[in-house]
């Protein structure tokens, strides 16, 4: 579905999410509802709305802006907001968390979580393989940027940072280079190791073990996610459908850092089984037909990460080898400002890989960091509630 008809497509489908929660409001004002129990509905339905308002903004992004580092940016504060709002609801009912089938449900939100924490940290470690190709990317900007003129020498120096970003960018399997990475694992202490890749830049994470797959995780994740029913809704009073919509958003946020960036064992074949009876399901769905469509691209099938950046640094380094293989030395003027402008790209992409990645990593980890507060928390309610019955 293109980005323009979403919000059609929203409006013209039921409002299942909060009309349930309405039906149910109605039902307690005709029993004199107290001023407590009214306010909660209200939260609950507020939560919808700005779940649904926040992904219609992601959605909203044009093709330049998807899958960019700061469109990436910008789905990790939906997350964070998500996260938060969803925290308060969640305290503000902590005395129905331990009773069916609300306690199913938030233990299954809790461990669903723990299986995030993996994904933060191989996206972490994933970062981190960006910052090598960063890396080779200066190398080439020192040999061809700011020369005054560019010879067969300045080319040279060049050619072998070209090849190995390649190398890096495509995955490909007969290379065995050695790289060294540190351990990003978050709250573990750092340390250098250095291992055989199959891949120049293939993502073998520290912080998770090698047959750990981000693929299987994400399947984790989505294992048994089935929207409750009408009547579990008005049981829970609506309680257990913010814990879904919740699950939702971790999914799909998860499961868009793997499609973005390199990591071990990617993989995109999650499904997503969501009507569009919820406000949030069709800009979730939007971003998800248009993430695999970009996925299936030609020149992105074999590539290790969908980032936009990624995809700048491969074009800019495909068109600087080519000139490489045809160019003649010494330079004319006419094909020497052709290579100047080559460069110019690589200078763009590299600013922005610099200046992006730093906050980026910041927002991983703090996603990391509030999940395991918010399950702390979380666990702690349910835990004194039991011990008060």
């Not at 940016?73 to 996260?83: A, D, G």
């Not at 995030?116 to 080439?140: F, S, T, W």
């Not at 202490?189 to 891949?199: A, D, I, W, Y």
Request: glycine fraction near 4%; hydrophobic fraction near 35%.
């Amino acid at each position: 579905m293109p980005a323009t008809d979403f919000q059609e497509a929203s409006s013209s489908s039921s409002s299942f999410g909060f009309s349930m929660l309405s039906r149910r409001r109605d039902q307690i004002h005709s029993m004199e509802p107290t001023q407590e129990s009214t306010g909660k509905e209200l939260e609950l339905e507020a939560f919808q709305r700005q779940v649904a308002d926040r992904f219609h903004d992601l959605a909203a992004a044009d093709s330049d802006e998807l899958l960019s580092v700061p469109w990436l940016q910008k789905l990790l504060n939906t997350f964070l907001c998500c996260q938060e709002e969803f925290r308060v609801i969640i305290f503000n009912n902590k005395g129905h968390l331990n009773k069916p089938p609300m306690e199913k449900y938030i233990s299954d939100f809790f461990e669903r979580s723990v299986k995030a924490l993996d994904v933060c940290n191989a996206i972490r470690d994933g970062i981190e393989q960006i910052r090598q190709l960063q890396k080779q990317l200066e190398i080439v900007l020192c040999a061809l940027d700011n020369q005054r003129s560019i010879g067969e020498g300045q080319f040279r120096r060049a050619k072998k940072a070209l090849t190995d970003l390649i190398i890096g960018i495509t995955e490909e399997k007969d290379s065995n280079a050695t790289l060294t990475y540190r351990n990003r694992s978050f709250g573990r202490n750092n340390v250098q190791r250095e291992h055989k890749s199959l891949g120049h830049f293939r993502s073998l994470s520290w912080s998770v073990s090698r047959s750990w797959s981000a693929a299987k995780q994400l399947q984790a994740i989505s294992n048994n996610l089935v929207a409750p029913r009408a009547n579990e809704i008005m049981s829970t009073n609506g309680l257990n459908l913010a814990v879904f919509t919740m699950n939702y958003v971790l999914l799909f946020v998860m499961w868009a850092l793997v499609a973005a960036i390199p990591c071990q064992d990617r993989g995109l074949q999650t499904h997503f089984y969501l009507t569009k009876q919820f406000l949030w399901a069709v800009p979730i769905l939007t971003l998800h037909e248009r993430i695999l469509e970009e996925s299936k691209k030609r020149d992105r099938k074999n590539c290790c990460g969908l980032l936009k950046e990624i995809h700048e640094i491969y074009k800019c380094t495909k068109h600087l080898i080519a000139m490489n293989d045809l160019v003649q030395f010494p330079l004319t003027e006419e094909k020497e400002s052709e290579v100047k402008q080559r460069v110019k790209e690589v200078r763009i992409v590299y600013d922005d890989i610099k200046s992006g990645l730093d906050p980026l990593e910041r927002q991983v980890r703090e996603v990391f960091h509030r999940i395991v507060r918010s399950r702390t928390e979380g666990l702690d309610s349910v835990g004194r509630a039991s011990s008060h019955d």
